[in-house]
């Protein structure tokens, strides 16, 4: 039998996560979950695998992980930031993570993934970083884990929107990954936005290569399930919240380059209305994974 086979459904996986209404969007959770599992699938992660995960959050990624590896495997699921971040709360999230039938297969460490792999003698048999490279608050972090990854995992797996669309409603999030980013980058590491760092497929696999990792394979237009709504929460956070103008206005910066960023939030808005159904339409951007050996 497949360890495919064995897969609890994403049905039941999404119940392991801690639904805190109005803030939790059943549907959104559904698909982050089945996209996630699709991602281990993808990657053929076999049962009585040892994990390092990079940046786990509330554990939506933790939980396909746990399931896929079983009981005879082990998932170290790392993150740096306080109890009381996020919505819900990681302090309460991951306690609920740890209640559920995957708990026992789960260590949630409030560690930096480059301090823990550092300071472990653990050998993994890989090290994953999905969706988290983008939250990162400097393109040196990404070189950094996988630079100490060396020697630490038999593989790295990482995944992360591709910054490309193949479907018209994924254009708007490109341009909200771009505008974002590029406000990022004249702000300070105290910034409390996720996105923050908006590396390329291209500049991921060049900073793995760098850190002494070669690409094995890719896959480079991965399509989010319906109701993944990462993409439109973002867009929303630029056109229909203020936080984005403010902070423009804000920037110790020439007037050109305040022009220029919300030049491209003006870009994002004329990108949603030319959708028929405008923020209804939105979908995320296509998304790029990668399977990286240790280089001979």
Aim: charged content about 25%; proline content about 7%; aromatic content about 8%.
């Amino acid at each position: 039998m497949s360890s495919e086979s064995k897969l609890r459904s994403p049905a039941e996986l999404v119940t392991f996560l801690l639904n805190l209404p109005p803030y939790s969007d059943p549907k959104h959770n559904l698909a982050s979950i089945t996209h996630r599992q699709n991602l281990v699938k993808l990657w053929k992660i076999p049962p009585g695998s040892k994990v390092l995960e990079i940046g786990c959050g509330q554990g939506d990624f933790t939980i396909p992980l746990a399931d896929a590896v079983g009981p005879t495997g082990h998932v170290i699921a790392t993150d740096p930031m306080p109890p009381d971040y996020g919505t819900p709360p990681l302090a309460l999230a991951q306690e609920h993570v740890k209640k559920s039938p995957v708990g026992k297969q789960i260590t949630f460490v409030q560690t930096d993934g480059q301090e823990y792999l550092e300071s472990t003698s653990q050998v993994f048999d890989y090290v994953i970083i999905a969706h988290t490279a983008w939250y990162f608050s400097s393109p040196s972090i990404l070189p950094g884990i996988l630079a100490a990854a060396v020697g630490k995992a038999k593989g790295v797996l990482i995944a992360e929107f591709s910054l490309s669309a193949s479907r018209p409603g994924g254009k708007p999030h490109v341009l909200t990954a771009l505008a974002t980013n590029a406000l990022e980058s004249f702000r300070d590491e105290t910034s409390w936005r996720n996105l923050r760092c908006a590396l390329s497929p291209t500049q991921m696999i060049a900073a793995a290569k760098e850190a002494g990792w070669i690409l094995k394979s890719e896959e480079k237009r991965i399509l989010t399930p319906p109701g993944e709504r990462y993409g439109w929460r973002e867009t929303v956070m630029i056109l229909k919240r203020p936080n984005f103008v403010d902070d423009v206005e804000k920037l110790g910066e020439s007037d050109k380059t305040k022009k220029m960023l919300l030049g491209m939030r003006d870009a994002l808005q004329a990108s949603v209305d030319a959708l028929d159904g405008g923020m209804d339409d939105l979908v995320d951007m296509d998304v790029w994974a990668g399977s990286f050996e240790v280089k001979e």
